[in-house]
């Protein structure tokens, strides 16, 4: 029999349950219309290629090889990644693949859904991962690791193959999504800048730096004359005294006195 109760959560279910899956899961990444397609990675941190979301990506590169690539994040937007490699020809043996992400201070970021760490077999043709990150904040406490704006790194690579298939050759097909962004208005704070990695190397020194003369001739008269501190004469001669003030110290007492 069924209940005034059961019937009303039937109906609650079929007028708007479909209100009740996450955002993230109805929607996917897609490619942006008229996006130009990115063609090469970086190799590290400082040579992330940059790309912006909907924007898909597809490379030829080696097992073995870190890819790179960089994207900016705004207050309010979870992202997802959705990555695919290809094997042209057969392995030897099983391989993990993996997909990080960082943030602007290089904090790697947690995912909360896709296939981050899969594992293949030799026979399988290709392997998918995906990461959808959590929602970007516009400010967090300096202690925590939560999402900030600025811009983000993802790294693509092979943590555990056989030896034998290193540098085999891969084709890699890459998009990173929005799939919602519900802006900064709910938080109470806003982050001062982006948080963006300094890219820009230093200077380099073409010439060796010369020394004041008239500084090194001021010191030079008196410090040729004196030991360095921490010579071995100067502790030397300080262990001589003390061992010669114990001696006699120690012979004061111990020493019988004279009968008259």
Same mark, same amino acid.
């Given at each position: 029999?069924?209940?005034?109760?059961?019937?009303?959560?039937?109906?609650?279910?079929? $007028?708007?349950?479909?209100?009740?899956?996450? &955002?993230?899961?109805?929607?996917?990444?897609?490619?942006?219309?008229? $996006?130009?397609? +990115?063609?090469?990675? /970086?190799?590290?941190?400082?040579?992330?290629?940059?790309?912006?979301?909907?924007?898909?990506?597809?490379?030829? $590169?080696?097992?073995?090889?870190?890819?790179?690539?960089?994207?900016?994040?705004?207050?309010?937007? +979870?992202?997802?990644?959705?990555?695919?490699?290809?094997?042209?020809?057969?392995?030897?043996?099983?391989?993990?693949?993996?997909?990080? +992400?960082?943030?602007?201070?290089?904090?790697?970021?947690?995912?909360?859904?896709?296939?981050? %760490?899969?594992?293949?077999?030799?026979? &399988?043709?290709?392997?998918?991962?995906?990461?959808?990150?959590?929602?970007?904040?516009?400010?967090? *406490?300096?202690?925590?690791?939560?999402?900030?704006? /600025? %811009?983000?790194?993802?790294?693509?690579?092979?943590?555990?193959?056989?030896?034998?298939?290193?540098?085999?050759?891969?084709?890699?097909?890459?998009?990173? /999504?929005?799939?919602?962004?519900?802006?900064?208005?709910?938080?109470?704070?806003?982050?001062?800048?982006?948080?963006?990695?300094? %890219?820009?190397? /230093?200077?380099?020194?073409?010439?060796?730096?010369? *020394?004041?003369? *008239?500084?090194?001739?001021?010191?030079?008269?008196?410090?040729?004359?004196?030991?360095?501190?921490?010579?071995?004469?100067?502790?030397?001669?300080?262990?001589? +005294?003390?061992? &010669?003030?114990?001696?006699?110290?120690?012979?004061?007492?111990?020493?019988?006195?004279?009968?008259?």
């Amino acid at each position: 029999m069924r209940t005034p109760l059961f019937r009303s959560l039937v109906a609650l279910l079929a $007028a708007g349950g479909a209100t009740l899956l996450p &955002a993230a899961a109805a929607a996917a990444p897609t490619p942006s219309p008229g $996006a130009t397609p +990115v063609t090469r990675a /970086g190799t590290s941190f400082l040579t992330a290629t940059p790309i912006t979301a909907g924007q898909p990506v597809r490379v030829d $590169a080696s097992v073995g090889d870190h890819l790179y690539w960089s994207f900016p994040a705004t207050a309010g937007q +979870v992202h997802e990644i959705s990555a695919t490699v290809t094997f042209p020809k057969a392995r030897s043996g099983a391989s993990t693949w993996t997909v990080d +992400v960082f943030d602007g201070l290089r904090r790697r970021q947690a995912c909360t859904a896709g296939a981050q %760490t899969p594992t293949v077999d030799a026979k &399988a043709s290709s392997v998918a991962l995906g990461c959808t990150l959590r929602e970007v904040r516009p400010w967090a *406490e300096p202690w925590s690791a939560d999402p900030l704006p /600025g %811009t983000y790194v993802v790294r693509l690579s092979v943590v555990e193959l056989p030896e034998p298939d290193l540098g085999a050759p891969i084709d890699v097909d890459l998009l990173v /999504g929005v799939v919602a962004d519900r802006g900064s208005s709910a938080e109470d704070g806003e982050l001062a800048a982006p948080l963006v990695a300094n %890219t820009k190397a /230093g200077t380099v020194l073409t010439a060796v730096p010369t *020394e004041d003369p *008239e500084a090194d001739d001021e010191g030079d008269s008196l410090a040729a004359w004196l030991p360095d501190l921490g010579s071995r004469w100067i502790w030397t001669g300080v262990g001589g +005294v003390l061992a &010669a003030v114990a001696g006699v110290g120690g012979f004061a007492l111990t020493r019988r006195p004279r009968r008259a």
